[in-house]
T-cell receptor, first 112, second 113 residues
Framework: GQQLNQSPQSMFIQEGEDVSMNCTSSSIFNTWLWYKQDPGEGPVLLIALYKAGELTSNGRLTAQFGITRKDSFLNISASIPSDVGIYFCAGQGQGGSEKLVFGKGTKLTVNP | KAGVTQTPRYLIKTRGQQVTLSCSPISGHRSVSWYQQTPGQGLQFLFEYFSETQRNKGNFPGRFSGRQFSNSRSEMNVSTLELGDSALYLC????????????FGPGTRLTVT
C-alpha cells in the first residue's frame, strides 16, 4: 500500500528560527495536506494543496506540492512557542475515492 | 458552527470487553471517517461512512466495526478488546465522500488493561 515518509521525526529549535519539514511518497498523489496536532486534541488542517507545483501560504506557514507529485514541503517562518506540536502530512492518491494516507508526524519543540 | 464532537473523551476497559465510541460530525457533513492513532503506527485509517454506508475500509480485523445513522452521527465498536487496541481514536467529518478537507474531533483515548 501507499506509504508516506515524513522527516524529520522531531525538531528542537529556538524561537524565531525558520523550520522546514517534508514528506515523500512511493507513488503519485493528487492532493497533499498538512495538519497540526496539539496535545490532547485532534489534528487541525493547516494547508491543502491540489496541484503539482502549487505553493500556498497560511500566515507564517508555506507549503508546496512537489512537481513530481510524490513530495511536499512545509515551512514555518519565525517560529513562536505556540508552534509547538506534531505536524502531519497526508495525501490522497489518484483514484479520487481513495482514503487519506498520513505521515508519522514531525514533533516540533520551540525553545523560548 | 460546532466542530466534530466525540464521546466519551476517555475510556478504560479490560481485555476481552467491548467498547462503543460515538462521533457527531459538523452540521451538514455527510462523511465520517475513523482513525486509530498510536505512537508507533501514527494515524491509521479504519473506515469511512457516507450516507449510512461504509464506503472505504482500512486493514483492521473484523473486531472493528462501525455504523452511521441517518443524521450522519457515527459509532465505532471494538469487540474482544486486546491490549494493543489502546490508542487515540479520532473521527473526522467532511462534506462529501472521500473529501480531503477533513475536520477532526478531539478523539477518544481508549486504554485497555
Amino acid at each position: 500500500g501507499q506509504q508516506l515518509n515524513q522527516s524529520p521525526q522531531s525538531m528542537f529549535i529556538q524561537e524565531g528560527e525558520d523550520v522546514s519539514m517534508n514528506c515523500t511518497s512511493s507513488s503519485i498523489f493528487n492532493t497533499w495536506l498538512w495538519y497540526k496536532q496539539d496535545p490532547g486534541e485532534g489534528p487541525v488542517l493547516l494547508i491543502a494543496l491540489y496541484k503539482a507545483g502549487e505553493l500556498t501560504s497560511n500566515g507564517r506557514l508555506t507549503a508546496q506540492f512537489g512537481i513530481t507529485r510524490k513530495d511536499s514541503f512545509l515551512n514555518i517562518s519565525a517560529s513562536i512557542p505556540s508552534d509547538v506540536g506534531i505536524y502531519f502530512c497526508a495525501g490522497q492518491g489518484q483514484g479520487g475515492s481513495e482514503k487519506l494516507v498520513f505521515g508519522k508526524g514531525t514533533k516540533l519543540t520551540v525553545n523560548p | 458552527k460546532a466542530g466534530v464532537t466525540q464521546t466519551p473523551r476517555y475510556l478504560i476497559k479490560t481485555r476481552g470487553q467491548q467498547v462503543t465510541l460515538s462521533c457527531s460530525p459538523i452540521s451538514g457533513h455527510r462523511s465520517v471517517s475513523w482513525y486509530q492513532q498510536t505512537p508507533g503506527q501514527g494515524l491509521q485509517f479504519l473506515f469511512e461512512y457516507f450516507s449510512e454506508t461504509q464506503r472505504n475500509k482500512g486493514n483492521f480485523p473484523g473486531r472493528f466495526s462501525g455504523r452511521q445513522f441517518s443524521n450522519s452521527r457515527s459509532e465505532m465498536n471494538v469487540s474482544t478488546l486486546e491490549l494493543g487496541d489502546s490508542a487515540l481514536y479520532l473521527c473526522a467529518s467532511s462534506l462529501f465522500y472521500s473529501g480531503v478537507d477533513q475536520y477532526f474531533g478531539p478523539g477518544t483515548r481508549l486504554t485497555v488493561t
